[in-house]
């Protein structure tokens, strides 16, 4: 599969808040592959990270994560990962889209 084509993959599969365990055994992709795509898509901005607040029994969105240990968060396409997906923007390279 190439890079562009599991970039998609995952911004179409993060419409709704997604734990990572969930969302990378859903793929059917190897784990390495899938948390070094996903940290691309987050350092570009396309993909916001969500962290369990447990007062509130919910994700709550976090600037701050240990990419180490993404189990412990969630994840959701941002708006600018929307925009990409409608413009058929060039998702193999984040860096040259807005």
């Given at each position: 599969?190439?890079?562009?084509?599991?970039?998609?993959?995952?911004?179409?599969?993060?419409y709704f808040v997604e734990p990572?365990?969930?969302?990378?055994?859903?793929?059917?992709?190897?784990e390495p592959v899938v948390r070094d795509e996903l940290l691309r898509l987050v350092?570009?901005?396309?993909?916001?990270?969500?962290?369990w607040d447990p007062d509130a029994h919910a994700y709550r969105p976090t600037d701050v994560f240990d990419a180490d240990h993404l189990q412990?968060?969630?994840?959701?396409?941002?708006?600018?990962?929307?925009r990409v997906l409608r413009?058929?923007?060039?998702i193999s390279d984040p860096d040259r889209n807005p």
């Open positions: 599969m190439t890079p562009g084509a599991l970039a998609r993959r995952l911004l179409e599969h993060l990572y365990e969930r969302l990378w055994r859903e793929l059917e992709e190897p350092q570009a901005r396309w993909v916001r990270v969500y962290a412990a968060y969630a994840f959701q396409i941002s708006g600018t990962g929307m413009a058929g923007y060039a």
